[in-house]
């Protein structure tokens, strides 16, 4: 089979000939349609992100939209350490793939499906789902994950939108009902954000410096006893933050974070299915650029910072 193949981590992916997977016990043989490349599949493939052991050769490829050997679609996450999602054939846990309808928009789904379940888990599980009347502020808006998160946030029934970002031609563009700027200075962004202190709930793409200044701009700006709901999603910002004590105590605070683990796996199974219908229908989208997989090794970080995805034809 041709897939997109890592033999050493100084070299972008090839494309290239690989032996077809064998499904293991509990594995599933899947005939990939359409995979996505983002920064979590870019570190796996040069060998930088904390979960990589060596081993090579392998094809990366986090998740996908494929096809059963029974023939239904699915979405799946790859488990295998050798064979990930960029390939025309993978295999994966079976308790990692999700059927999905048979109208299904495969390149859609594959470009949108993990950007957008960042917010969408979160606000329907971590939260309680319930958005009427709330104000969500979304830090780090400006990336594909932080632009849905707008418009889920909104489709659940939030009332009023934050957008915070860094990039200020993205952040205009964005549909929120106000924008504040990373790049404010200290006491423009102080007020800005203190304007919104009655925030409901905080979804965090960023962590690190941003997520501090934040946090220190917004607590001490909250009157009377409202809960504050933030959820820690990405890092883009930092790994790690350095916050005083003091401004934990003074609000009705609750820190909690989102994503695999934090989920329960029969979480993201109830949940999913729903998602990827609202995405194969269009109701929530983010820029993306469809290439066939033969073309991934002259394509694999996007020129404009559209998501790629690469799709392979049905056997
Ligand atoms: N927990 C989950 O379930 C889950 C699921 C999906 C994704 N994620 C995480 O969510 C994060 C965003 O993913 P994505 O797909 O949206 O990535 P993306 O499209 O590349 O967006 C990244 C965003 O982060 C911003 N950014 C980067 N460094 C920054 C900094 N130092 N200060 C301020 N802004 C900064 C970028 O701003 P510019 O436009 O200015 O560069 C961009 O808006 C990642 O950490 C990803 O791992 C988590």
Do not use: C
């Amino acid at each position: 089979m041709k897939a997109a193949v890592v033999t050493t981590f100084d070299q972008k992916p090839q494309y290239q000939d690989f032996p077809a997977p064998t499904p293991k016990t509990n594995q599933e043989l899947i005939h990939v349609l359409a995979a996505s490349v983002n920064h979590r599949v870019q570190a796996q493939a040069d060998g930088s992100h904390y979960t990589s052991d060596g081993q090579l050769p392998l094809i990366p490829g986090l998740d996908g939209v494929g096809r059963l050997a029974d023939g239904r679609l699915a979405y799946f996450v790859t488990s295998d350490p050798v064979y990930g999602a960029l390939a025309e054939q993978t295999v994966t846990d079976r308790r990692r793939i999700i059927p999905l309808a048979a109208d299904t928009d495969a390149a859609k789904v594959a470009a949108s499906m993990n950007p957008a379940m960042s917010s969408w888990m979160a606000l329907k599980d971590r939260f309680n789902g319930d958005l009427a009347g709330k104000k969500v502020l979304i830090l780090g808006a400006t990336g594909h994950a932080g632009s849905l998160a707008i418009q889920i946030s909104r489709y659940l029934g939030a009332t009023t939108v934050i957008a915070v970002g860094r990039n200020q031609q993205k952040l205009a563009q964005l549909p929120a009902d106000q924008k504040v700027s990373l790049l404010a200075n200290d006491d423009d962004f102080t007020t800005a954000i203190a304007a919104n202190a009655d925030a409901d709930i905080v979804l965090d793409y960023l962590w690190g410096e941003a997520a501090r200044r934040t946090m220190l701009a917004l607590l001490p700006a909250r009157k009377g006893h409202q809960l504050l709901t933030w959820i820690e999603i990405g890092s883009m910002a930092g790994a790690a933050l350095s916050l005083p004590a003091a401004a934990l105590r003074a609000v009705d605070f609750t820190l909690i974070g989102s994503g695999q683990g934090s989920i329960a796996p029969q979480t993201f199974l109830r949940e999913l299915p729903e998602l990827a219908r609202l995405l194969s229908q269009g109701q929530f989208n983010t820029a993306s650029t469809t290439l066939p997989l033969a073309q991934v090794t002259a394509n694999w970080t996007s020129a404009d910072d559209k998501r790629l995805v690469f799709t392979m034809n049905e056997a």
